[in-house]
């Protein structure tokens, strides 16, 4: 089976849980004719008949030169993901600067074939430094300044 | 609201906005919607998404302004790259490449790099003026527009976009249903329900569609940028030869101007068209009407020419629902209203009439912008041609790093940066499987403010449905609606009927699709 169908198919899923999701909704019992309830399962029964209908319409394969079939690096889309998450769980821990310059280095090592160790570093510090104090200073929009003030 | 009107309220929107402040905001504007354009993966719609919560300390005229800057500026930019690099910066600097980049190779690239920007010029200037002259007469037409009407045209908005996103019609209605589904998430305003917030409270307040478009545009191209970085290959062409356009490539340009700048107009208008099927039609008209059209694919300056005016004319075409109706059609409008709601705005006929000064301010820094795009964009070329020295890896990341500093900085917390992870992830694997991005946006914008029109036009008539087919204007536009939801579905069944005819008839061969 072509792997638009089991997109398809995915999406058929992703309707039963949005109805799903719908039902958990407290129907109101003011005088509204319309509740909260009637759009979300309009749009869930929308989804589930858009996953059929792709199901029997997938349209043409991409052709064999379309960036939609290159064979994807899934080692650095995976490598980028950890990256982003632990930015996330240590951003506020380690501070703005500190993260950010983690964030830009190593997601620079990630996408790039060859490796500018020195030349990222300088770049990555330079410029979440400059960011923070953009922000902090002259946007006045708070940034976490983690243990080191910074 | 009568034709000398418009001038005089022209004149006091360019008396609002030629201050230096003013000024200095539609510049930058026009030079970082100019970057953007350039640099790949970030449109228009991305950037003033990003630029959002950097511009909550501004006036809401400086802020709009300087969006008005960025949206023709990064239709112009686009082209920089299609003729130079053979990669467009936008979907909709797609074609400018077919003929740029051969220009390039011949040595004209600095002819084509400037019938790109004086047809831009041109396109804007015309479908600003256009835009002055039909938004008032739209205005005065919706004034007499009830909630039956607003819910007709919006559902419109998204069945045209629907109907026209894409080559897939499935695709295009998933998407658009996508988008409808985040926006019902968080409290419901009419009755207080919770709604799909599965007990986080970080949910309560609705996934805000700003955060939607950096997610699936940014961080969605971020993760495509790592699975295909180091699989693909780029041809790059350095400027040779004069900026100038030689007297045949004039004669030959100014036709395609026209062509492109109403072409451009009439598609940006209408709902979910947008720029990219505006240059998509310009050039074939360019294929039917130029001089030069045996040499178009192969170095025509007409296939560089009109498109370039069309996208930038969509532009201007854009704005006139957005502001005389309030109703987005475009990712990139749509985000513009999230704007207007930000400040507390509501565009459409109200606006003009309330905020006088704010509409008529914006619509004169159009005028004002592309200007600035001619004066500063034809001497500084070289220098955005630098732009593309930045290496790609820390471009990459760089964008990252902004739009998870663009969440952050609006909320405040850190569960919103997981959300636009997450957001990211949706829009990797979208892009991954060709669904349209731009009505998953266009969708999170319109899922509130559809359902508050439906209600209300329920409550109005109470309870009685009909009431959206006895209105004259709104059962004209529901008949709008219908169509364009059975005719591409009519056309998937016979397309689907005729393959299986041929198939059945023993003629295995190419189907067009």
New interface residues.
């Given amino acids: 089976m072509r792997a638009i169908r089991w997109v398809a198919l995915a999406i058929v899923l992703v309707g039963v849980f949005y109805l799903w999701g719908a039902l958990q909704i407290r129907e109101s019992t003011t005088y509204a004719a319309v509740g909260p309830r009637f759009m979300p399962n309009a749009i869930g029964i929308g989804i589930i008949l858009s996953g059929i209908w792709l199901f029997a319409f997938p349209g043409a394969s991409p052709a064999p030169d379309s960036p939609l079939s290159v064979s994807l690096d899934w080692l650095s889309i995976g490598l980028m993901l950890g990256v982003v998450a632990a930015y996330i769980a240590i951003f506020r821990m380690v501070g703005y600067v500190l993260a950010t310059t983690l964030l830009l280095w190593g997601g620079a090592q990630i996408l790039g074939e060859r490796r500018h160790l020195m030349r990222d570093g300088v770049i990555a510090v330079v410029l979440s430094a400059t960011i923070y104090y953009a922000f902090s200073q002259l946007l006045r929009i708070n940034l976490p300044p983690g243990p080191l003030g910074f | 609201m009568f034709g000398g009107d418009i001038w005089a309220n022209l004149v006091s929107g360019f008396g609002v906005v030629l201050t230096p402040q003013h000024l200095f905001f539609v510049m930058l504007g026009v030079v970082i919607g100019t970057a953007i354009g350039v640099l790949p993966g970030i449109g228009p719609s991305l950037t003033i998404s990003l630029l959002l919560?950097?511009t909550f300390?501004l006036e809401p005229i400086s802020a709009f302004v300087m969006f008005g800057g960025i949206f023709y500026g990064a239709m112009y930019g686009g082209s920089t790259t299609s003729i130079l690099v053979n990669t467009p910066g936008e979907s909709s600097s797609v074609v400018t490449a077919i003929d740029g980049f051969q220009m390039a190779k011949k040595g004209r690239g600095g002819a084509a790099l400037a019938t790109a920007a004086i047809g831009s010029f041109f396109a804007g200037t015309f479908a600003t003026l256009m835009l002055m002259l039909m938004a008032p007469l739209l205005v005065r037409f919706a004034l007499q527009f009830g909630a039956p009407e607003y819910f007709a045209l919006m559902l419109l908005a998204l069945s045209a976009v629907t109907g026209l996103a894409g080559?897939?019609?499935?695709?295009a209605?998933?998407a658009t249903?996508?988008g409808?589904?985040l926006g019902?998430v968080g409290i419901?305003l009419?009755?207080?329900?919770?709604?799909?917030t599965?007990g986080n409270l970080n949910l309560l307040g609705g996934i805000d569609p700003v955060m939607v478009a950096i997610g699936l545009f940014a961080v969605g191209e971020?993760?495509w940028?790592?699975?295909?970085?180091?699989?693909?290959f780029e041809e790059t062409v350095t400027l040779r030869g004069s900026l100038l356009m030689n007297r045949e490539e004039w004669q030959r340009s100014w036709p395609a101007w026209v062509r492109g700048s109403v072409i451009g107009f009439i598609v940006g208008v209408l709902p979910g068209a947008g720029a990219t099927i505006a240059s998509f039609l310009s050039y074939n008209a360019e294929q039917r009407f130029a001089k030069g059209k045996a040499e178009l694919g192969k170095g025509a300056i007409e296939g560089v020419a009109g498109p370039e005016a069309a996208n930038n004319a969509s532009a201007g075409g854009a704005l006139v629902p957005l502001l005389a109706l309030g109703i987005p059609g475009s990712a990139t409008t749509a985000v513009m209203l999230v704007a207007f709601q930000i400040y507390g705005l509501r565009p459409g006929p109200l606006l003009f009439q309330q905020q006088a000064d704010l509409v008529w301010g914006l619509i004169a820094s159009l005028y004002i912008a592309n200007l600035a795009l001619l004066v500063l964009n034809l001497p500084m070329v070289r220098m955005w041609i630098k732009l593309l020295d930045v290496?790609?890896?820390?471009l990459?990341?760089?964008i990252?790093?902004f739009s998870?500093?663009g969440v952050?900085?609006d909320t405040?917390n850190?569960f919103s940066?997981?959300l636009l992870?997450l957001l990211g992830?949706l829009g990797?694997l979208l892009r991954?499987?060709?669904f349209p991005l731009a009505p998953v946006v266009l969708g999170a914008v319109l899922?509130p403010l559809i359902?508050q029109e439906?209600?209300r036009s329920?409550?109005i008539s109470?309870?009685d449905y009909s009431v959206f087919f006895t209105r004259p204007l709104a059962l004209v536009l529901m008949m709008l609606v219908m169509m364009s939801f059975l005719v591409p579905l009519f056309n998937?069944i016979w397309k689907?009927s005729r393959r299986r005819a041929s198939v059945a008839a023993g003629t295995v061969g190419e189907i067009e699709?």
């Fill in positions: 919560p950097v300390g080559q897939s019609a499935p695709k209605f998933f249903l996508l409808l589904g019902m419901d009419q009755t207080g329900q919770a709604r799909f599965f971020v993760f940028a790592a699975g295909t970085l180091k699989r693909t290496p790609k890896p820390m990459y990341t760089g990252l790093t998870l500093l952050y900085a405040q850190t940066m997981v992870l992830l990797f991954r499987y060709d899922g359902e439906f209600r329920l409550a109470v309870s998937a689907a699709d």
